[in-house]
């Protein structure tokens, strides 16, 4: 009996990592917009003022600090991970970053995991 409920464990374990961490594409198009976005100091190219991102089934984007642009979806085995890429004034930027879910919630993509910084999916 004991063996089972270990077994029985560690599937609900996977599980839940499998749904916290991996996504399909379909299931990351949406809209999203930042939240947590009272933040007071520069960090880069990640928008520090209330951000709205649309990313399209075509392996397109739009944001309002990143413009248009392309974003490619890969997997590890920590989870799914996207990166947007997009002109800025001086050539070719990017942004790199995770996907991730709690219980019941929309993905979200972390923007600043230290800060608890991210895009939620709100459609």
Do not use: C
């Not at 990592?17 to 009272?38: A, C, P, R, W």
């Not at 001086?90 to 995991?113: C, H, M, N, Q, V």
């Amino acid at each position: 009996m004991k063996k089972k409920s270990i077994i029985v464990f560690v599937i609900i374990l996977i599980v839940g990592f499998i749904y916290h961490n991996f996504f399909s594409k379909e299931m990351i198009v949406g809209t999203y917009l930042n939240q947590g976005s009272d933040i007071k100091v520069s960090l880069g190219e990640i928008p520090t003022r209330l951000d709205t991102l649309i990313i399209l089934r075509n392996n397109k984007f739009k944001n309002t600090t990143w413009g248009e642009g392309t974003y490619e979806i890969s997997y590890s085995i920590t989870g799914t991970k996207i990166q947007f890429i997009y002109d800025y004034e001086f050539g070719k930027a990017g942004f790199e970053s995770t996907i991730d879910r709690s219980l019941f919630k929309s993905p979200r993509i972390l923007l600043f995991k230290d800060l608890d910084y991210y895009y939620d999916k709100i459609k």
